[in-house]
């Protein structure tokens, strides 16, 4: 199994900057992708961006240009720095991990002056 630990949450400005981390332990070894995944209310949980094992990364067409995603694999920790903050990124972010599939239990970003 793969535990994930999220962190950095919280309330922001709009053209603020947040920057959340997560945390991986356990079966860390398999695993080949990492990335966040957000859900605001009444939303479908939605892809915001990937980072593979070799660095490649993927983004949301939404969030291209303001986030950013990388890794620290000494520190078996997934960043993803928020800037430019929207209203519309208000949402729950979850850290994911694969193979295998495992969540994080999520941490509240909200955008609002």
């Known amino acids: 199994q793969v535990q994930l630990v999220e962190s950095g949450g919280g309330l922001v400005q709009p053209g603020g900057s947040l920057r959340l981390s997560c945390a991986a332990s356990g079966r860390i070894f398999s695993i080949v992708l990492m990335g966040w995944y957000r859900q605001a209310p009444g939303k479908e949980r939605e892809l915001v961006a990937t980072i593979s094992n070799s660095g490649s990364t993927n983004y949301a067409d939404s969030v291209k240009g303001r986030f950013t995603i990388s890794r620290d694999n000494a520190k078996n920790t997934v960043y993803l720095q928020m800037n430019n903050l929207k209203p519309e990124d208000t949402a729950v972010y979850y850290c994911?991990?694969?193979?295998?599939?495992?969540w994080g239990q999520g941490t509240q970003v909200t955008v609002s002056s």
């Open positions: 994911y991990g694969f193979p295998p599939r495992s």
